[in-house]
Each structure stands twice: as C-alpha cells, then as structure tokens.
C-alpha cells in the first residue's frame, strides 16, 4: 500500500481565510452604517451651551441608543480569521523551510512581539523552522516596530481583540471619526445669534465618547451668554471596540494589510 504525500506547502488557504475575513468586514460595515443610517438617529449632537467658567461654547454628546452586541460577534469572526489567516502562514513557511510546524498552542503561530526582546524570544518559539528571511519579512509587522508605539499599532489591536473574543462578546462603544477630512463630513461652528466672531475650534476626532461626552467647543470673541453658536456640518460618527477602543474605520483595514503582508511570500511559493 502506498503512503499518502503530504501536500506541497500552499498559501491557498491563507488566501482563504482572508477571504473570509473581507466577508465579515463588508459585513460589518453594513451593519454598522444600518446602525447610524436611520430616521431616528441613534447618537446626536447637541446644541451649544455656552460654560461661562471657561468661555468656551461646547456641544455634548446624545447617546439615544447603544451599538448592539450584534456588531461585537461580527467583529469576533472577522479577527478570528484575520489572525488564524496570519497563523497558517507561519505553518506554510515552516514547510516550505523543509521542515515540521510544531503543534499546540505555544508551536507554530504567528508571534504579537511588543518590545525587541519579546521579538528575540517568541521568534525561537513561534517561528521555529521559518527560514531567516521569512523572519525578517515577519518582524517588520510585529507591533514593537510601529513608530507611534507599539499599543497603537493594528497588530496589536488584533491581538487584544482576539483575545478577549475567544471569552466574551467583544465590547462596542461610540466614537468618533479621526480625520473626515474636507468636506461636509467635517463639522464647524457658526454664530446664529449675537454680534460676535469664532476665534477657536476644537473638535474631538478619533476619540470615544459616552452620553454627555463634550465633542466640541468653540471660543468666540466678544465670549458671552449672548452669542449662540450651532454646528455648521455634521459630526461624523463611528463604533469603537475593546477595551483600548480600536475604531472601526482603522480595523475594517485588517483584511487589506494582512493581503499585502502575505503577498510578500508568494514568489517564493510559487517557485
């Protein structure tokens, strides 16, 4: 009887994986604009008050309803095939080295080093049998290497997140977005009432926020209880998750930058 060959190593169900996760995404980017996109809006902008300790004029945040749990356990699904894409690739490469993935939970997986001395450790571990220069390739996504620290990096989001929806339904929150940029979808004051200029803006963009939260606030010059001041815009909102409160606008990238990650490895699989 003729023993079965095991099969070439193939990047085939990476590429899968990632498939899946790009599903997910598009999946939860329709629910959560559905969430928003409604006649009774689930989240608005107050009017200005005006803080007469401050001088300042500042529009609250008005939480009429919570993001559903729903949008958690999508996000759930498309992080577990993110990562699980990220560690089938670390199983491929051991193969194509010529050598055996190692099983188990502290085996073959891809490794969320947050300093170079984790990185120095893990790559012994997780990374034994990868060739060196498939190691090189791979530390150059590992969270230490992010230029505005390793905790605000997309790898490490992906593994917090990861590892809480393995025991609970991923938390979602309100935020809003960091950089509208141009446009309508960047609000402003205006003065509607009173013989008075803007003089200063500030608005929270790329931040969480609850029921109450100051989102922005103006300063006008004369500053007075008798200057009203509205939002001229619309303050562009978004869900956030975790703990650390990833937003959206930066996960939804996952699919995309894990696709060019692994991109760097096809030539040699197909060779």
Same mark, same amino acid.
């Given at each position: 009887? *003729? !023993?079965? /060959?095991?099969?070439?190593?193939?990047?085939?169900?990476?590429?899968?994986?990632?498939?899946? !996760?790009?599903?997910?995404?598009?999946?939860?980017?329709?629910?959560?604009?559905? $969430? $928003?996109?409604?006649?009774?809006?689930?989240?608005?902008?107050?009017?200005?008050?005006?803080?007469?300790?401050?001088?300042?004029?500042?529009?609250?945040?008005?939480?009429?309803?919570?993001?559903? @749990?729903?949008?958690?356990?999508?996000?759930?699904?498309?992080?577990?095939?993110?990562?699980?894409?990220?560690?089938?690739?670390?199983?491929?490469?051991?193969?194509?080295?010529?050598? &055996?993935?190692?099983?188990?939970?502290?085996?073959? *997986?891809?490794?969320?080093?947050?300093?170079?001395?984790?990185?120095?450790?893990?790559?012994?571990?997780?990374? =034994?049998?990868?060739?060196?220069?498939? /190691?090189?390739?791979?530390?150059?996504?590992?969270?230490?290497?992010?230029?505005?620290?390793?905790?605000?990096?997309?790898?490490?989001? =992906?593994?917090?997140?990861?590892?809480?929806?393995?025991?609970?339904?991923?938390?979602?929150?309100?935020?809003?977005?960091?950089? @509208?940029? !141009?446009?309508?979808?960047?609000?402003? $004051? /205006?003065?509607?009432?009173?013989?008075?200029?803007?003089?200063?803006?500030?608005?929270?963009?790329?931040?969480?926020?609850?029921?109450? &939260?100051?989102?922005?606030?103006?300063? *006008?010059?004369?500053?007075?209880?008798?200057?009203?001041?509205?939002?001229?815009? *619309?303050?562009?909102?978004?869900?956030?998750?975790?703990?650390?409160?990833? /937003?959206?606008?930066?996960?939804?990238?996952?699919?995309?930058?894990?696709?060019?990650?692994?991109?760097?490895?096809?030539?040699? $699989?197909?060779?």
């Amino acid at each position: 009887m *003729t !023993a079965s /060959r095991s099969p070439p190593p193939s990047l085939a169900g990476v590429w899968a994986k990632i498939e899946r !996760a790009d599903e997910h995404a598009q999946l939860l980017e329709r629910e959560v604009r559905c $969430f $928003f996109d409604r006649d009774v809006q689930p989240v608005t902008a107050s009017v200005g008050y005006f803080d007469p300790e401050s001088g300042w004029h500042v529009v609250y945040g008005i939480v009429n309803e919570h993001p559903p @749990p729903r949008l958690g356990v999508i996000l759930g699904d498309l992080v577990h095939n993110v990562r699980s894409a990220l560690d089938h690739l670390v199983w491929q490469l051991v193969l194509w080295n010529g050598e &055996t993935p190692k099983k188990g939970s502290a085996g073959s *997986t891809f490794p969320f080093a947050m300093t170079k001395s984790a990185w120095k450790a893990t790559k012994k571990r997780s990374l =034994l049998g990868v060739s060196e220069k498939h /190691r090189a390739i791979l530390q150059q996504a590992q969270p230490y290497k992010g230029g505005n620290g390793p905790e605000n990096t997309i790898t490490a989001a =992906l593994r917090n997140l990861s590892n809480v929806d393995k025991h609970q339904v991923v938390h979602t929150t309100l935020a809003t977005i960091r950089d @509208p940029g !141009a446009g309508p979808h960047r609000a402003s $004051f /205006r003065v509607v009432e009173g013989d008075a200029q803007i003089v200063q803006e500030q608005v929270r963009y790329g931040e969480s926020f609850e029921h109450g &939260t100051p989102l922005m606030r103006a300063r *006008t010059e004369p500053a007075n209880s008798g200057v009203k001041v509205e939002v001229d815009g *619309t303050i562009p909102f978004d869900v956030a998750f975790g703990k650390r409160r990833a /937003r959206w606008e930066s996960i939804k990238k996952l699919p995309q930058i894990v696709r060019l990650l692994v991109r760097e490895f096809e030539a040699d $699989f197909a060779s």
